[in-house]
């Protein structure tokens, strides 16, 4: 016999959809808007801000900027995380308890603490440049979540399997590509989604990191919105929103959302 779901459960869910798709419909229909300031419910609809998101400039630049950024920052985290996690998840009773702790640090101090810090000790006092500064801003902001979702797979991994690979004669460096990596695989691809989402849409490191020439699409955004408040920001705002539901597809598409769960 089913069971029949009580009202107010029902009705907590749909406030829960509500709360969560809320914000994503007024963007949506702020971005259609007709009127030369940011409203919401729209008056007329036009297609108007989004043609005008792609005719600046700097728009155009710096989500080019973003996305290297996110990719680069993403990769390079990668390959410091990925071998990082490894080696917690494979020599746990050899190395010491709070060194996972150490990798989690991005995170549990405030961006824009850690925002000023880069900006204090690599860009200012080792005078590296804005794009290289940017990009080892990002790269530590996301190592975190690639040590961590990396880790989490590793953790239920049976490294046996890579001891009878070395005992059949494969070298432990090749075991750990052919071996441990592709058993792995949902758990790079998680990290490097999660990591390149982050970094995307990141504000407080970037604000201190940019400098003349060199800004992230999230900084010209807040640029922009100081001087024009018209639904190009809503626009440029929806189209981060589709970029990031493309990637979730493309990873559907090709893999499918069962590897999360592998």
Known sequence: MKRKLHPALIAFAVLVFIFLTGPLVIIIGSSLSSSEFLEFPPQGLSLRWYENAFDISAFRRTMGTSFF????????????GVPAAYAMARYRVELPGWLGNVFVLPVLIPEIVLGFSIMKTITTGYEVPVLPSLLIGHALLVLPYCVRVTGASL??????????????????????????????????????????????NDVSISLFLTGPGVSTLPIQLLAHMEQFFDPTIASVSVVLMFITVGVMAVVERTLGLTFLTK
């Open 155 to 200: 953790n239920s991994f049976d490294f046996s399997i890579e001891e009878a690979a070395v005992s059949l004669g494969c070298p432990r460096w090749k075991a750990f590509f052919v071996v441990i990596l592709p058993n792995i695989r949902a758990g790079l691809i998680a990290a490097f989604i999660l990591a390149f989402i982050t970094s995307l």
């Open 69 to 80: 950024l996110a990719v680069a920052g993403t990769a390079l985290s990668m390959l410091v």
